[in-house]
Each structure stands twice: as structure tokens, then as C-alpha cells.
């Protein structure tokens, strides 16, 4: 396993150029894109991505998606609906996924052997020098072990996958944080499957009018395969984590009267004393850009549980909100009587 550093702006050649040799033999290559870092095998490829598939412990109903570098790439890919490709001449590149017809083209390992395909044009200089330069898509998921937090910089991909991949592109932190917002667009309305940093009020703005289920705010898992990611459990760090939505001075004293070494997760302004601190910012940008690293440390620190305000859903913190109960297996505590029988159960 090589790890290769490039400046994300203007990424070297001679690191492109390893990129593309190393997908053209069927090989896998973790890099940066301006949402997490994906692992990356040539869409065109059953043996690339049967090792993203191994490499990560995906399970092997969850398809991948493909990036391209262009709309026209994507229209090679998948049937892309006329008024759906005005937009996307608009948002992209950028973090949007589409979900679209596949035209079977691409490996059926990566779409898993649906009859769609998620596709998107990653805004970030590194995947798409070398989508160019392969002159075909590529396919990757999050460079995580499946379950855990996606990666937002090249060290954590070192941590969740040391030795199963071919190389390492470290371009710094990724841009946002979060992945991409996801939208069904085979369907009338359009409908969300997973919020990300193009915003739902953004979609709306563009799309026109949007469905957002229960499982897009991460209230109930989806065990269909409309969204199959959304079945599997997602992010977790081994410490239980609960959202608060009451004052988290008073959740810290609560679980400390039951013996419990306790962390905060502070956000959007709100903190408190307790056994650890883990500092999100406090914007929702900053939150979205630190959310991913906060859950590695937390497992680090020496705590029993951690606790994160509940934050509002609106604009970025719709995402977030998604990650946090996916994140905290849906602990929610919305009175401190809640969070007591969800301390008495972790006892
Ligand atoms: O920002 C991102 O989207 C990052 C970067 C690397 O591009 N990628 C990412 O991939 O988050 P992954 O595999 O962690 O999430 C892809 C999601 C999964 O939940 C998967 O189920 C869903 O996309 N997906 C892929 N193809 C689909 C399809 N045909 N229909 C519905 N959902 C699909
Ligand atoms: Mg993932």
C-alpha cells in the first residue's frame, strides 16, 4: 500500500498518473472528494469492485456510486430525464447524487444488480483529473469500514483500511464533511434518500417539489432496497451517544449521578462540563466538516457515553441530524426521565 500526498487544488500529475495505472489493472485507490474520501475501483470493473466490496466488509446488496466527470458521462451511464439534466447542468459538480435508470453499463457489482445506478460529478479537483485521464467512470463508496464513520481525511482511511488498498491519495481534509445528498429522481416527486450538504431547501429550489421520508431524517430504517444503504447501521462509534434536546448541563449531572464518565459533543453554541469535550463549531458547516472526526475521538477518550445536542433541521441540519441518530442508534432523549431509562439500560 503506497499513500501519495497532493496539493488538493492543483494535484500532481505523476499522482493522477499513478491513480489511473493503478484502476486500469483493477486495482483500488482511496482519495479525497469535497464530501469524504471514497475507494475508488473503474466502474467498468467486476474485479475493482469486487475488492472495494471486500476491502470495506460491504455488504454486498448496497451498491455503489458512480462518478463522473461530466453530464455526459453520466448520460453514457444511466437514462438521465431531460428537465432532471437542466438541473444537473446547474448543481453539478458538486454533492448531489442521482438516482436514474443504469443503462448496463457499468459492472453489476457496483449497482449490485439493480436496474438503477446513483451517479454524481465529485467537485473536487483530484477524482476528477483522474475520471478524465482514465476517460472512464469510477466507482466508490465512503473509504470506511463498513459501520463506521466515513473518513474525512487520509489518516482515517489508513485506520479503518491499513493493507487492502492499493494506494492512498492524502489531499487534506475533505472540503464538507458529509456525503452527498441523494435523490431519486426515477420516482415523481423526486424523492430524498439521504440529505448532505445541497440542502432540501436547495433541492426544492431546483427540483421543484421534493418527498422527504422518515428514513431521510434518520427516524426508521428503510428495509427495501429504494435506499439500501439506509438499512445498515451507520457511523457508530463503540461509545453509546445520545441526543439531547433539553439543557446538556442538566443531561451531564443527570448521567454522572448514575456513575457514568460522560462527553459532550458541542454544537450550534451549546457545550457543557463534563468528563470530556469534543468541539463541533459553531457553525452547521463547521459541525458537518468535524462531526466524522469527533465520533473517532470519542471512542479514544476515557468516557462512558457521550451526548450531543439535538440540533434543528433546517438547511445543513437536516444531515446532521441523519447522521446523529444513525450515529446513536437513534438514542434520543427528549426529557431527562427519557434519558435515565436510556442510562438504565446501558448500566
Ligand atoms: O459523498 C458521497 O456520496 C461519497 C463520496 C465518496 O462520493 N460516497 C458515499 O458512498 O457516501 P456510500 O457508498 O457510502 O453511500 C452510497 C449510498 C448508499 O447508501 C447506497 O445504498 C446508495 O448510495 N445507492 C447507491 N446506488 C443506489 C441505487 N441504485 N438506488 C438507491 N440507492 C443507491
Ligand atoms: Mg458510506
Wanted: hydrophobic share 45%.
Amino acid at each position: 500500500m503506497r499513500v501519495l500526498k497532493t496539493d488538493p487544488l492543483r494535484p500532481d500529475p505523476g499522482v493522477i498518473d499513478a491513480a489511473v495505472r493503478t484502476l486500469r489493472r483493477g486495482g483500488i485507490v482511496a482519495a479525497p472528494t469535497e464530501t469524504v474520501y471514497g475507494l475508488f475501483s473503474s466502474a467498468l470493473s467486476d474485479e475493482g469492485c469486487e475488492r472495494v466490496f471486500r476491502a470495506k466488509k460491504r455488504p454486498r446488496d448496497n451498491p455503489l456510486i458512480v462518478h463522473v466527470d461530466s453530464l455526459e458521462m453520466a448520460e453514457e451511464v444511466g437514462h438521465i430525464p431531460s428537465d432532471i439534466a437542466e438541473v444537473l447542468r446547474r448543481v453539478w459538480p458538486g454533492p448531489v447524487t442521482v438516482v436514474v435508470r443504469s443503462r448496463g453499463v457499468v459492472s453489476k457489482c457496483v449497482t449490485a444488480g439493480l436496474d438503477t445506478v446513483a451517479v454524481r460529478a465529485p467537485a473536487h479537483p483530484i477524482p476528477l483529473a483522474i475520471i478524465r485521464e482514465l476517460g472512464a467512470p469510477i466507482a466508490g463508496p465512503s473509504a470506511n469500514r463498513a459501520g463506521r464513520p466515513s473518513p474525512t481525511a487520509a489518516e482515517h482511511v489508513i485506520e479503518d483500511l491499513n493493507g487492502e488498498v492499493d494506494l492512498i491519495i492524502d489531499g487534506g481534509p475533505a472540503f464538507l464533511g458529509i456525503e452527498s445528498t441523494i435523490v431519486d429522481v426515477t420516482r415523481r416527486p423526486p424523492v430524498l434518500l439521504r440529505p448532505g450538504p445541497f440542502t432540501a431547501e436547495e433541492l426544492r429550489e431546483y427540483f421543484g417539489d421534493i418527498a422527504i421520508p422518515p428514513y431521510a431524517r434518520g427516524l426508521a430504517e428503510a428495509d427495501v432496497a429504494i435506499a439500501p444503504g439506509v438499512k445498515y447501521r451507520h457511523y457508530a462509534p463503540e461509545t453509546p451517544l445520545v441526543i439531547v434536546h433539553f439543557e446538556l448541563a442538566e443531561a451531564v449531572r443527570l448521567l454522572r449521578s448514575r456513575g457514568l464518565r460522560v462527553a459532550v459533543l458541542c454544537a450550534a453554541g451549546k457545550c457543557a462540563e463534563a468528563d470530556g469535550a469534543l468541539q463541533l463549531g459553531e457553525s452547521l458547516y463547521e459541525a458537518a466538516r468535524n462531526l466524522y472526526g469527533a465520533l473517532r475521538s470519542l471512542d479514544r477518550l476515557p468516557v462512558d457515553i457521550g451526548v450531543v445536542p439535538a440540533l434543528e433541521e433546517a438547511g445543513l441540519g437536516l444531515a446532521l441530524m441523519n447522521r446523529l441518530r444513525k450515529a446513536s442508534g437513534r438514542r434520543e432523549a427528549r426529557t431527562p426521565e427519557e434519558l435515565l431509562r436510556i442510562a438504565e439500560a446501558l448500566l
